[in-house]
C-alpha cells in the first residue's frame, strides 16, 4: 500500500511501469518541502522489492526495513557534516563517487538497489557531472530517484535522463478532512494546520505532533513585528544573522522569507477585503488592525521585494547584500506613532 496521500496520478504511473515491467532507471520526484517527495520513493523502493503479490505490502520484511532505512540495497544521498561536524552545503563528488561503485555491484539481498538523492539541487556541479555519466550507462536493475524543490537549479542534461514526476500541493479542505479524521486534532487547529502548509500534508502532520512548529512559527512572526517596527542598525542586524545562517542553514532563511511572504500576502487579502483566503487565520484581527498602516502600493510592492530576493538567493547573490537591501525595502508606517507592532500585536497560536 502506498503510503503517499493526494498524489494519485504519480502513483499510477509508477504502478503502471511496475505493472508492465517498463519502470524507469530514473525518476525525478519535483514538489515543496514535505509534499511527499521522500514516502513516495521510499514506497518505490518497496514495490520493487517487495515479496508480495502486491507491492508494496508494507508488512514484508524488505518493506518494514526499509520504511525504517535498514535495507542494504536502499540507499539515501543527502547533506552529511564535514570533520568538523558542520553540514555541508553541497551533496559533493565523493558521494557520487560512492553511489557509482555501489551501483555496479548487484543487489545484496533485494531484487533492486535503489539510490534516493535528497535534496538533489544541492548537488555540487563536479557531483552533478559524475551522476550525469552514471545515469547515461544505467547499470541492471538499479533505480535512481532524484528528490528536488526546483527542478530548474539542476543540469538540465541530468533532468533530461530521469522521468520527471511533479506533486502538486493539496487543496486545503482535503488536508483539514484528513486532521479532522484524525481524534487528536481539534477541529479549529486542523482548520489552520491546512491553510498553513500550503497544500503539504506532510508538514501539518508534523505540526499537528509537534507544538514547537507553530511556537518557531510564532515566534518568528513576532520577530517580523519587530524589525518592521525597527530602525536601519536594527534591520541591518537581523539581515547580518540570517546571511550567517544562510552559508549553515539555508532552508531556514527560505522558511523565514516564505512566512514573510505569507504575512505581507496576508495583510495584503485583508487590505482588499479578501479576509476569506488568508494563510493563517489565527492573524485575522491583527491583520485587520494593521490595514490602515501601509498602502496596498507599499504591500504589493514589497511583496515583490521578497519575491526577488528568494530569486537572487537561489542564483548564489550574495546573502548579505540581499538581505540588506530586502531589509531596506520595509515600508514605513503611514503616520506612525506610539506603540510599536511588536508591542501592539503578541502572536501566540496556542
Request: charged share 25%; with cysteine.
Amino acid at each position: 500500500m502506498w503510503q503517499v496521500a493526494g498524489q494519485a496520478r504519480a502513483v499510477s504511473l509508477l504502478e503502471r511501469g511496475l505493472t508492465q515491467g517498463s519502470l524507469a532507471h530514473a525518476y525525478l520526484f519535483v514538489g515543496p518541502r514535505h509534499i511527499g517527495k521522500m514516502t513516495l520513493a521510499r514506497g518505490l523502493a518497496q514495490a520493487v522489492n517487495c515479496s508480495s503479490g502486491e507491492p508494496p505490502c508494507g508488512e514484508c520484511s524488505s518493506c518494514r526495513r526499509i520504511a525504517l532505512d535498514k535495507h542494504p540495497d536502499v540507499q539515501v544521498i543527502d547533506l552529511i557534516a564535514d570533520e568538523n561536524g558542520k553540514l555541508r552545503t553541497e551533496i559533493g563528488i565523493n558521494q557520487i563517487k560512492e553511489v557509482e561503485r555501489s551501483s555496479s555491484l548487484p543487489p545484496f539481498e533485494g531484487k533492486y538497489k535503489v539510490f534516493i538523492v535528497d535534496g538533489a539541487e544541492l548537488l555540487s556541479n563536479e557531483a552533478g557531472n559524475s551522476l550525469l555519466k552514471t545515469l547515461e550507462e544505467p547499470a541492471d536493475r538499479v533505480i535512481f530517484v532524484l528528490l528536488t524543490t526546483d527542478d530548474r537549479l539542476l543540469l538540465p542534461t541530468v533532468v533530461s535522463r530521469c522521468q520527471r514526476l511533479e506533486l502538486a500541493p493539496l487543496p486545503a479542505g482535503e488536508i483539514e478532512a484528513v486532521l479532522n479524521g484524525r481524534p487528536d486534532i481539534e477541529l479549529q487547529k486542523a482548520k489552520l494546520l491546512a491553510r498553513l502548509c500550503h497544500g503539504c500534508l506532510g508538514w501539518a502532520l508534523l505540526a499537528a505532533a509537534d507544538d514547537g512548529l507553530l511556537e518557531q512559527r510564532a515566534e518568528r512572526i513576532n520577530k517580523l513585528l519587530e524589525v518592521v517596527g525597527a530602525d536601519c542598525e536594527e534591520r541591518f542586524a537581523y539581515a547580518d544573522w540570517l546571511a550567517t545562517r544562510f552559508s549553515q542553514r539555508r532552508g531556514l532563511v527560505w522558511e523565514v522569507l516564505d512566512l514573510w511572504l505569507d504575512f505581507w500576502r496576508d495583510l495584503m487579502l485583508v487590505k482588499l477585503g479578501c479576509a476569506d483566503g488568508i494563510t493563517d487565520i489565527a492573524l485575522g484581527e491583527a491583520l485587520v488592525q494593521m490595514t490602515g498602516d501601509y498602502s496596498l502600493a507599499q504591500i504589493r510592492t514589497f511583496i515583490a521585494d521578497i519575491r526577488t530576493a528568494r530569486e537572487q538567493l537561489g542564483r548564489n547573490a550574495s546573502p548579505r547584500l540581499v538581505l540588506e537591501v530586502l531589509m531596506l525595502g520595509i515600508p514605513e508606517r503611514r503616520g506612525a506613532t506610539g506603540q510599536t507592532l511588536a508591542a501592539q500585536f503578541s502572536v501566540n497560536y496556542g
